[in-house]
């Protein structure tokens, strides 16, 4: 256990460690910088499944896990979010300089008017699965509970911070590093009663549609 335990805490700090270096420290665009995460967080969890032997790709998507009351609580639980989405930015807008937010996306990422729809719906689907299956599906599910709960939110904020630290004040990264700790813990308990990761999944692509929807009317605004 304990030697498990040590393998995924230092692994995916050094995970996130190199993919913080990559977003700032390396010239490539979003495009290369997904592909890294991907293969990153991939071969993370294909040593731990050659090494330990007790973890199964399938396990944190299992469906007969879920019933109506949970996917009835899931839809819920994802319209809440996308609405406090949308409430905080309404209430932190006075305070963003979204013309500097557009002017990175587009000369530091590489991401332009047209290729932001395209992202857009990677983000939604995609990168919030890859994001719940090693944070929650990984982590959370394979380390001690206590544990799991003081160390998978933190991480899960910190991987973050490094994609908007050029976006907000000092203040407000503080604030986001909160809030995403916060919804960090949100999630682990959604999830922990069925062991799989569809509850915050669904959580997660709500509030993402609604960060979109923001960012569309950054571009086209």
Not at 35 to 49: A, Q, R
Not at 68 to 86: E, H, P
Not at 185 to 214: G, P, Q, R, T, Y
Request: hydrophobic content about 55%; charged content about 10%; overall charge positive.
């Amino acid at each position: 256990m304990k030697s498990r335990t040590q393998y995924i805490l230092i692994s995916t700090i050094v995970t996130c460690s190199l993919l913080a270096f990559i977003e700032h420290g390396l010239p490539i665009n979003y495009g290369i910088k997904t592909i890294s995460k991907v293969v990153l967080f991939g071969l993370v969890i294909f040593i731990y499944k050659q090494v330990f032997r007790d973890f199964t790709w399938k396990a944190p998507v299992s469906l007969h896990k879920l019933g109506k009351k949970q996917i009835t609580r899931m839809l819920l639980l994802g319209f809440i979010s996308a609405g406090v989405v949308l409430l905080a930015f309404v209430i932190l807008q006075p305070f963003l300089d979204l013309s500097s937010i557009k002017t990175d996306l587009t000369d530091r990422l590489g991401i332009s008017a047209t290729g932001f729809i395209w992202v857009g719906l990677y983000v939604t689907f995609g990168n919030s699965f890859l994001e719940e299956y090693f944070f929650r599906g990984f982590i959370f599910f394979n380390l001690p509970r206590k544990l799991a709960y003081a160390f998978a939110p933190v991480l899960f904020a910190a991987y973050h911070i490094p994609m908007i630290i050029l976006w907000f004040s000092p203040l407000l990264v503080a604030v986001c590093f909160f809030g995403l700790w916060l919804i960090g813990i949100i999630f682990h308990i959604v999830n922990e009663k069925n062991k799989s990761i569809w509850a915050s999944w669904m959580i997660h692509i709500c509030a993402d549609i609604m960060i979109i929807l923001i960012g569309m009317s950054i571009f086209y605004g």
